[in-house]
Structure formats: C-alpha cells, structure tokens
C-alpha cells in the first residue's frame, strides 16, 4: 500500500513537471517551412475582440478556394487568376436576434475602406444568434483585394485581404 501511495506520488510529480515543460517551452504553430497551414490560418481573418455594429458582429472571415457543405476548402489568401473565383466564408454574431441584411463587396486593397461602399451582394441575416453564410466573386487582374463585410446601413463589419497572381 505504501508502495502504491508512492508511486502515485511520483506519478503526479512527473505529470506536474511535463505540464510545466510544455506550458514553459515555446512551440512554433508550424513545423519549419510549412507554409500550407501558415497560409491557411492567413486566411482566416477572426474578429473575437470586435465590436458589434448595429447588432451584427463577425466572428470568422475565411477565404478559400471553394466551400463545400458549409466548410472551406484549401483556405487560402493568394489566388491565381486561372482559379476562376474567390469564395468567402463569414460567420456573424447577431446581438439583437432581429432579422437584417449585410452586404459583402470586392473591392480593390489600394483603396480605402469606406461606409457606404456600392456594389456587391446583399445576403439575408434570419433572426438567429449565430449565422454562417458565404459570398463568391470571378478572380480579377493581378492584384492586391480586399473583401468587405458591411451592415445594411453600409457600416463596416469586417474586411480581410487577398491577392490574385498571374
């Protein structure tokens, strides 16, 4: 029985020094030169400490080449221009449970993000807390873009960058 208390002992001493190795040892995300998962996790832009705009309230912007059954597939921010489109997955957090709208534009990365904004697709936001949905556009010229979120009332919710290569 001693024998047994002691070895238990040991046993969550060990456990108590590994935990504090791991929490103590910095770890890389990435294994050196993985760049797939660096430019994956580049594609998700998250929004946890955003504010929300007039009730709306993005908490994952994802870029991709293509969304299947409501996931992204090869999240990526450079696109070539034999891709054919861009596809856009946006999570949003709706504060009020009301039913709304939010607009999801295109637009050129060189310019400045302004409320308003034209263009674009208007998606219906039903009255739910949370609410999955997506947007796609045709690749354009070589380029740097930006895809941005807005509210109903043209308020910015959200932006997140990409580019388009030869």
Partial sequence: MLRAR????RGI??????????????????????DVAREARAAQTTAEESEA?????????????????????????????????VMVLIRVENTTGAETDIRVTFERADREVAAGGSGGVSLHIPARPRYRTQARTGTRAPGRYRVVVRTAAGNVLGTAEYEVTA
Wanted: hydrophobic share 45%; no cysteine; proline share 7%.
């Fill in 6 to 9: 002691n070895l238990r002992r």
């Fill in 13 to 34: 001493a060990s456990l108590l020094v590994a935990s504090a190795l791991l929490v103590a040892a910095p770890v890389s995300a990435d294994p050196p030169g993985d």
């Fill in 53 to 85: 705009v007039d009730g709306l309230r993005i908490t994952e912007i994802t870029l991709a080449r293509n969304i299947e059954a409501g996931q992204v597939v090869d999240p990526t921010t450079t696109f070539a221009a034999a891709d054919g489109r």
